[in-house]
Each structure stands twice: as structure tokens, then as C-alpha cells.
């Protein structure tokens, strides 16, 4: 079996699943300075190299190239899929003893505008558009939320105050 036997059968799901997969073997066959993932894969199944100290090697080569931890997660899947689908046995807790994982955590470059930036939006955009963004700054709803408000979910009267 080949690599591109294991991408085509990854195709079948999608062709970003086929493409994502085919990065993560790239990476692989990068990482040991080979050019493909089936030099690599030949080495594990002849014993020359030890299939959790390669797969270990792969998570540090990711991490040090500045990869986020969900794909570092992702890629390792995609070789720990190759290895089964050439034979090569592993074992779940030799895996979790001998390959030290990235923790699941998101990494997130979101952040929230200045008000220069929340200015500039405003008086750049249409009424609508300065509606909607007032209304999610001010409001604290997500985008989502706001687009399934209707009229009828305003109350525009003012509050009488109790007294």
C-alpha cells in the first residue's frame, strides 16, 4: 500500500479531508527529511525505526514549526491512520506513555475592536449595517442571536418607573 492509496481513500469523505490528510503526510515525510511518508512508513514496519518515537518526533517537529495544537492533533490522526492502514499495530497506551500530545486547546486570534476601529465601521457602513453592529456592541448578543430577532421582539415604549 502507498500514501496515495491511503489519500484516495480518504477522498471519499471529502476533498478537504483528502487535502488536510495529504498536508499532514507531507509534514510527515518533511520532519524526517525523506519525500514521502512511505520512506518513513517503510523504516517503522522494517524496525529500523520505532513507531512511537517517530510519531513523537512528528508532534515535536509540528510544535516547533509554530503549528496550532488542534492541528497538531489532526495530523498526528491522519499518520496514526497510515500506520493502520499499512499494518503497523499501536497500541492506545504505549501511544498516551511514549507521545507527549499538545493539550485540546483552542488557539484563537479573535479579539475585540478599539473604539477607533468600532468608530471606523460605523461611519464607514450602510444604516443597516450600523444598526447591527450598535446592537451586537451594545447588546452583548452574538450574530446569530441578532439575525433571529424580528420587530415584534422590540419594545421601543419607555419604562415607566415604579414608584
Known amino acids: 500500500m502507498t500514501v496515495a492509496e491511503y ?3 480518504k477522498a471519499r469523505r471529502s476533498d ?4 488536510t490528510y495529504s498536508k499532514a503526510e507531507q509534514s510527515f515525510a518533511q520532519c524526517f527529511g525523506v519525500k514521502s511518508a512511505d520512506i518513513v512508513v517503510q ?16 508532534v515535536a517537529y509540528l ?4 503549528n496550532a495544537p488542534k492541528t497538531v492533533l489532526t495530523y498526528v490522526t491522519a499518520v496514526k491512520g497510515l500506520f493502520r492502514y499499512e ?3 499501536l497500541d492506545n497506551y504505549q501511544l498516551r506513555a511514549k507521545v507527549e ?4 486547546a483552542e488557539v484563537s486570534i479573535d479579539r475585540i475592536p478599539t473604539r ?5 465601521i460605523i461611519l464607514n457602513s450602510n444604516k443597516k449595517t450600523r444598526a447591527l453592529v450598535a446592537l451586537l456592541a451594545t447588546s452583548g448578543l452574538r450574530i446569530g442571536e441578532a439575525m433571529m430577532l424580528r420587530g415584534g421582539n422590540i419594545d421601543l415604549a419607555p419604562r415607566r418607573s415604579r414608584s
Request: aromatic fraction near 6%; proline fraction near 5%; glycine fraction near 6%.
Open 116 to 120: 477607533e476601529e468600532m468608530r471606523s
Open 16 to 19: 478537504a479531508t483528502k487535502l
Open 87 to 89: 499494518g503497523i499495530q
Open 63 to 66: 510544535l516547533a514549526n509554530g
Open 43 to 58: 523504516r517503522v514496519k522494517a524496525h529500523k525505526l520505532d513507531r512511537y518515537k517517530a510519531l513523537d518526533k512528528f
Open 7 to 9: 489519500l484516495e481513500r
Open 101 to 104: 500530545l499538545p493539550p485540546k
